[in-house]
């Protein structure tokens, strides 16, 4: 990795609901996978820099992102992340390099790491990565992974990450949100047509989220609210969606890391969408023995056998660490039909699970692993 020292500093502006008068340049790091066109920074911001200029995100030729970015939160005072009436920026210490891809078939790989220095700061570093692949069928979206450390002094308890994201999609007037629990995606479309677009959590369950943003800029308490409400709403009415969605707690001791990851995807229509959001959960999977990055795997989630199934399909999981852990079946609309298993499961032995779908429907289903450290899906078609 390549940390360079950074000698000057973006100016930490205010912004309302119009564009600032300054743009401030940056080099960004460009994907480009034939599908998706999107940049990363070295600032937080997803797709367009500080002055709101750049690539966005581009899905088949349609531009759907005005402005997004990361979002690290202790309380509803202290919420680190431009999302304009929330100024508070994060500062570059490495600009943009590339980064070879730890995924199979993925060649566009960039790396930038900040902090969140410069008003009020929680006391972290945030080293980001970012991947994309211009191999089918893996061409829909873009990951976001970040190893966020703790250089506060102490312990850091009840921490949150986001991302906050202003999709105008065809314009925005006449944008709607909702949220897929099964792909844990939060997806903006224009009632107008076009294509969907959305930001999905995939390293920890979902904290919270808010689809129907557009009463006004959310201050720091505004987008810990959505963070941390345990759930939300789908937008109840056509509007500038400015949507933000969440994960956590976290608590992290003084000088160690936690490694939450995203994924910033599209689709041709609401379904389209969801499967590329579940495609991309799963790429990121990590097995037990360390990757091709050096650092020791979270988990290993087999394959459900047999597939397709009737009535009965087997799987089992192996955690690196003792954690708790929820497993849960999701149907094609995103519904919990089946709680597998809710508790801790022990470090090294494989476990054993059975998804027994005598009571449902023949159709696809999801199988959703969630631990501390981790989330897996794998898909299961139940035939009768």
């Not at 360079?4 to 300054?22: E, I, K, N, W, Y």
Request: net charge negative; proline share 5%; glycine share 12%.
């Amino acid at each position: 990795m390549n940390y360079l020292a950074t000698t000057s500093r973006l100016g930490v502006f205010a912004m309302l609901l119009a564009m600032p008068a300054l743009a401030f340049a940056q080099t960004p790091g460009e994907h480009d996978t034939g599908d998706v066109q999107s940049a990363a920074y070295d600032d937080g911001a997803w797709g367009r820099d500080a002055g709101f200029t750049g690539t966005g995100f581009v899905f088949t030729g349609e531009q759907g992102l005005f402005a997004g970015n990361l979002l690290i939160g202790q309380s509803d005072t202290q919420v680190s992340g431009q999302a304009y009436a929330n100024p508070q920026e994060f500062a570059t210490l490495a600009a943009i390099s590339s980064v070879v891809p730890p995924y199979t078939g993925f060649d566009q790989g960039f790396e930038s790491e900040y902090d969140d220095s410069p008003e009020d700061p929680i006391g972290v570093s945030i080293l980001q990565h970012t991947y994309s692949s211009s191999t089918a069928p893996n061409t829909t979206f873009v990951i976001y992974e970040y190893w966020i450390t703790n250089n506060s002094g102490g312990e850091l308890t009840d921490i949150y990450v986001g991302n906050f994201s202003d999709w105008d999609v065809l314009g925005a007037v006449d944008n709607q949100a909702c949220y897929d629990a099964g792909s844990q995606l939060l997806y903006v479309w224009s009632e107008g047509g076009g294509s969907y677009f959305g930001v999905s959590v995939l390293s920890n369950t979902v904290s919270g989220w808010d689809a129907d943003g557009s009463a006004g800029n959310p201050d720091d308490a505004g987008v810990w609210a959505a963070m941390t409400n345990g759930g939300g709403v789908c937008s109840a009415a056509v509007g500038d969606r400015r949507v933000t969605i969440g994960q956590g707690p976290y608590t992290i001791p003084d000088g160690e890391s936690i490694h939450p990851s995203f994924c910033m995807v599209g689709g041709t229509d609401e379904a389209d969408v969801i499967a590329n959001a579940l495609d991309c959960a799963a790429v990121v999977m990590v097995a037990i023995e360390p990757g091709p990055d050096g650092l020791p795997g979270t988990h290993n989630l087999s394959s459900i056998y047999p597939n397709p199934f009737n009535p009965q399909a087997n799987f089992t999981l192996e955690v690196a660490e003792q954690q708790s852990v929820r497993i849960a079946v999701y149907d094609a609309l995103g519904r919990e039909v089946a709680m597998l298993f809710n508790g801790t499961l022990t470090a090294g032995p494989e476990h054993a699970f059975t998804f027994d779908g005598a009571g449902l429907p023949s159709g696809v289903y999801m199988v959703r692993a969630t631990g501390e450290q981790f989330t897996d899906v794998r898909r299961v078609t139940l035939m009768k």
